[in-house]
């Protein structure tokens, strides 16, 4: 467990830099936006609520949450990841942190988001039993994970993780219902779902394996296109299922 731990910090002081290139561009900000925006429509109104945002990276959800609400805690394995986020002076607290170990006392949070973090872990089960551990009965967890309910990204997935220095074994992809049976399993209710990222999530947000979005003009009119056609193929019954993630509401038993 602990050279697994060691490793993803390794990995993400290495990434540390990645990330900055990922988000630097107007065309990605905008599609993370998008992604932000659908997260927070599952998330619930009140300024006071005390909020989690576990595995928070560079911060680039942080920075909706501390408009949302004025008491917003952001943790993550990789104090390199962190020293990347800008936030001086607001209402957030910045701490280094073990998902699978959370340092917070039982009932502390009315919310937790976690965003692509779990399909990191070694064990995601024990992430969600202590994330579960330190929501407040009937808070709201919100996740957004890695799909492999598509058949034509299940092998792409496979390669890439293999291939690319970007990934360590450890990385995973999750089924919908894998993720909702491990939620279950740490008292969390299911309560609702949506696929998100088709065609538009891999060019708008990881162009450092995709970069034709940086060499074609009219970026910002693309990137809107590429997100009504995600939003379009979301509504198709068959090809909904064929997203890159998962977006996920659930409540504490």
């Known amino acids: 467990m602990k050279k697994t731990l060691q490793n993803e910090i390794e990995l993400h002081k290495k990434l540390s830099e990645v990330y900055d290139y990922r988000y630097e561009t107007e065309f990605s900000k905008l599609y993370l936006g998008y992604w932000n925006e659908a997260m927070s429509e599952y998330l619930p109104l009140g300024r006071k609520l005390m909020v989690l945002e576990c595995g928070c990276g560079t911060g680039p959800y942080l920075k909706d949450l501390i408009k949302r609400y004025d008491r917003v805690v952001g943790t993550d394995l990789s104090l390199e990841m962190l020293k990347r986020i800008d936030m001086v002076g607001k209402n957030i607290e910045i701490t280094v942190g073990d998902a699978e170990n959370l340092h917070f006392k039982n009932?502390?949070?009315?919310?937790?988001?976690?965003?692509?973090?779990?399909?990191?872990?070694?064990?995601?089960?024990?992430?969600?039993?202590?994330?579960?551990?330190?929501?407040?009965?009937?808070?709201?967890?919100?996740?957004?994970?890695?799909?492999?309910d598509s058949i034509l990204l299940r092998l792409p997935r496979v390669i890439l993780y293999k291939l690319s220095s970007k990934f360590s074994d450890n990385h995973k992809a999750f089924y919908s219902k894998q993720l909702k049976d491990y939620c279950k399993n740490a008292n969390l209710a299911f309560e609702k779902s949506r696929y998100l990222g088709y065609v538009g999530l891999p060019l708008c947000i990881m162009p450092d394996f995709l970069p034709l979005l940086r060499y074609l003009p009219c970026q910002r009119f693309i990137t809107r296109a590429l997100i009504g056609l995600d939003k379009f193929l979301a509504k198709l019954p068959i090809i909904r299922r064929q997203a890159f993630d998962i977006i996920i509401k659930l409540k504490k038993v």
């Not at 969600?128 to 551990?133: F, M, P």
Request: charged content about 20%; proline content about 5%; hydrophobic content about 35%.
């Open 107 to 148: 009932n502390t949070f009315d919310v937790v988001v976690c965003r692509e973090t779990l399909h990191h872990l070694s064990n995601p089960q024990e992430a969600l039993c202590e994330i579960s551990r330190v929501l407040k009965p009937g808070a709201t967890v919100v996740l957004s994970e890695t799909c492999n």
